[in-house]
């Protein structure tokens, strides 16, 4: 919605006197949107009677609900963090605990995202709060690749998806971290200063108490984010109705077809990274190799991520990032599949 | 958006949450472990607009300092789309519909569990209720301990063409995204309606072959039907 992001907000430059009428403006808002949900509520049923009956759209319309509800939790979880980080936590932290060179700041963010047990949906709002504490945006990149691919939860599950196969685990962890430090480093070169990273706004206000901060950026990021979410579950929801299965099974045989296939399945996807090992080890007709990559690119790029992500710090960012992204991840599945699997 | 709508939906998007949690209507989407994460997550929902716009209103009555009423994100309406839908589209579990998308077949197993439990039941005993999730693929890939013993699976009917039939059952591992079909087709009845949920017994049958691999079967001897589950995944 802010395509300029050097533009200032538009609601800020609305003459003083909008301000005068807002009482009445937005109690008619207000009231609208109360009478509109309450009106579904009770009698959306009735009226849409007939509407949805197409097994296709009800199937599609489970989908969306239940990526929407599974990432709502993770989500939560994601805001509240960021928000406490905005709030409580100054900016000295983090200078003190990331080392003053961003080349080596880099490295250890992507070890750090150990502590984030969450999937992708909360490291989009956390990374933007570091980045608005003054953490290098290199950094704050860096985490945001490798918190949701390499914490405990993942990997455990990861162990339970392949039992017997620890090299599967360490391949994942590896390959993971690998990718987050080298698009960290990568952003460096040649994204340090760019217009077409967003930097996230800057919302603590001088003056306001700490708890005021809180929730007004939870407040903040968890409709912002939200709405990006759904965009993204709309888009992952048509596509597991849309794309067969089947045509998988005509191109497992191929290592470079396959994998660049399954990475591209994973962007469609959008599975969580907490699941999508489980998916990775139902497709029996695929090598390791092209497993691994299926793990290594759903957590740090899918098509519910690129939403939020776009929403977060800008369409030219997503625009650049995304596809970055991906071209590393399966280059760097392809070098560990073959040393390791 | 304006900062008392936006209190608005997020008690609604809350208020819808904890609703799916609290009623059984989350098994629809989630797995059973998601009902505390998704109680909690509606609650701090609810706390944190009835918060804010307490907090909101007490300040307005001190001074208006015109910061912070105003650019509440426009991309926050979208939340209204999942509200939208579960109050009037009322997704239900997926069904045939959704395993029809997916094929049959019985993906070989990373690891076969072991069924050696079987040889302690003599063959011709009572019929052995299994998951359909585990014949689907034992069937296939255990045949030697599976043969001329009756089974009993529980699932719904997804037709398929020329009269086939599959006892179907959807498995789960994180939410709806990737459910995976388990099919195991069902020989020698006629089949009931789409999506009607069944307990059938019978024996143990010779695989389908396809080009894409095998299909259990089973030989369906009586077939009841019964009530959805109240998970209806495995």
Not at chain 1, 133 to 149: D, E, H, K, N, Y
Not at chain 1, 155 to 175: D, E, H, W, Y
């Amino acid at each position: 919605m802010t395509a300029n992001p050097t533009a200032p907000p538009p609601v800020d430059s609305e003459p003083p006197d909008a301000e005068k009428k807002e009482p009445a403006g937005s109690s008619i808002a207000f009231t609208a949107t109360l009478v509109l949900l309450v009106g579904l509520a009770l009698f959306g049923r009735r009226i849409f009677a007939g509407w949805f009956t197409d097994e296709g759209i009800r199937t599609w319309a489970t989908m969306f609900v239940g990526v929407t509800v599974q990432a709502i939790p993770f989500l939560v979880l994601g805001v509240l963090l960021s928000a406490a980080l905005t709030a409580f936590i100054p900016p000295s932290f983090f200078a003190r605990a990331l080392p003053k060179r961003p080349a080596l700041a880099v490295p250890v963010a992507s070890a750090s995202g150990v502590v984030l047990p969450g999937c992708e949906c909360a490291s989009v709002p956390v990374s933007a709060a570091l980045m608005n504490r003054g953490v290098t945006p290199a950094a704050a990149i860096a985490f945001l690749l490798s918190a949701p691919a390499i914490n405990p939860v993942v990997l455990a599950s990861t162990a339970v998806a392949f039992p017997g196969q620890p090299k599967v685990v360490a391949a994942r962890a590896v390959t993971s971290l690998g990718v987050s430090m080298i698009l960290g480093w990568l952003f460096l070169a040649t994204g340090r200063g760019a217009s077409w990273l967003r930097m996230p706004k800057n919302r603590h206000a001088e003056g306001t108490g700490k708890f005021d901060v809180f929730r007004s950026a939870m407040l903040h990021d968890f409709l912002h984010a939200g709405g990006f979410l759904v965009i993204g579950a709309a888009a992952a929801a048509t596509l597991n109705v849309v794309v067969p299965r089947s045509w998988l099974d005509h191109v497992a045989g191929n290592l470079l077809l396959s994998v660049v296939i399954l990475g591209l399945l994973a962007v469609l996807l959008a599975i969580c990274s907490e699941a999508d090992a489980f998916v990775a080890a139902s497709l029996t007709q695929f090598s390791l190799t092209a497993k691994l990559a299926f793990m290594v690119v759903g957590p740090v790029v899918d098509v519910k991520l690129i939403a939020l992500q776009t929403g977060t710090f800008g369409p030219r960012f997503a625009a650049r990032f995304a596809p970055a992204t991906f071209v590393v991840a399966i280059l760097a599945s392809l070098l560990v599949g073959w040393w390791l699997l | 958006m304006r900062r008392n709508v936006a209190g608005l939906v997020v008690v609604f998007v809350g208020a819808a949450v904890v609703q799916l949690a609290t009623s059984n209507t989350y098994l629809r989407y989630v797995k059973p472990g998601m009902r505390w994460m998704l109680l909690a997550a509606g609650l701090i929902l609810i706390a944190l607009a009835v918060v804010d716009v307490l907090a909101d209103t007490r300040k307005k009555e001190h001074a208006d300092d015109g910061h912070g009423h105003h650019g509440l994100p426009r991309a926050a309406w979208l939340l209204l789309v999942p509200i939208f839908a579960l109050l009037v589209v009322d997704p239900p579990a997926l069904g045939a519909d959704a395993a029809q998308r997916q094929s049959p077949v019985a993906a070989k197993p990373a690891d076969p569990k072991s069924n050696s439990w079987l040889a302690n039941n003599s063959r011709g005993d009572a019929p052995v209720a299994l998951a359909v999730r585990d014949y689907s693929v034992w069937a296939v890939w255990e045949k030697e301990s599976m043969k001329g013993r009756a089974f009993t699976l529980t699932g719904f009917v997804t037709p398929a063409k020329n009269g086939t039939w599959y006892v179907t059952r959807i498995g789960l591992t994180c939410c709806v995204a990737d459910g995976t079909a388990f099919m195991v087709e069902a020989r020698g009845q006629a089949a009931p309606p789409k999506n009607q949920w069944v307990t059938v017994t019978g024996e143990w049958a010779e695989p389908t072959r396809r080009a894409d691999g095998d299909v259990a079967a089973l030989t369906v001897e009586s077939i009841t039907t019964v009530p959805a589950p109240a998970n209806p995944y495995e």
